[in-house]
């Protein structure tokens, strides 16, 4: 009975020998789970906004902290390399010659994805320490105008009298 010396435990799947598509198949399941996870929260905290928007507004304030933009970095990780190992599983189930480079096609995908995640390592993480945040002067500009806008008279459109006529 074959399936009596199935390696069933977790312990045991993780000393497979699988190699690198090994890794490659259980981080797509891991970050594919997370996803999910994160659009279910998302979709819970957007609503919050119709019910409760001073809950909301704490909630954003909650997001500027340190764990919530190390956790904003595992999502754009999971979201970035459950992408690209999907595009080289896709390739591999259309062209079936390609699963000869099969490691090489991972490390290809992992380098894309260290690649793309240095930058915005670097844009995410760096207000954590002094830097000021990504777009925030033009956000802080834009509330001023909007203020400014708010306090000076505006000129209102006037409606024509009765006695004046609507050119035609």
Known sequence: MPSAHRATSLGSALRYRGREGMWAWLLHR???????????????????VIYRPDLYDEALALYKSGFFRVAELLIFFSVLFHAANGLRV??????????????????????????????????MISPLFGRPEPGAARYEEQQRVRHEDRLSPTPTAQAPSAGQGVAL
């Open 30 to 48: 891991v970050t594919g789970l997370g996803i999910l996870l994160f659009l279910i929260v998302h979709v819970v905290d957007t609503a919050i």
């Open 90 to 123: 896709v390739v591999q189930d259309f062209w079936p010659r390609t699963m000869l480079r099969q490691r090489q096609m991972t490390y290809a995908v992992a380098a894309v994805v260290v690649l793309a995640m240095l930058p915005v390592t670097w844009m």
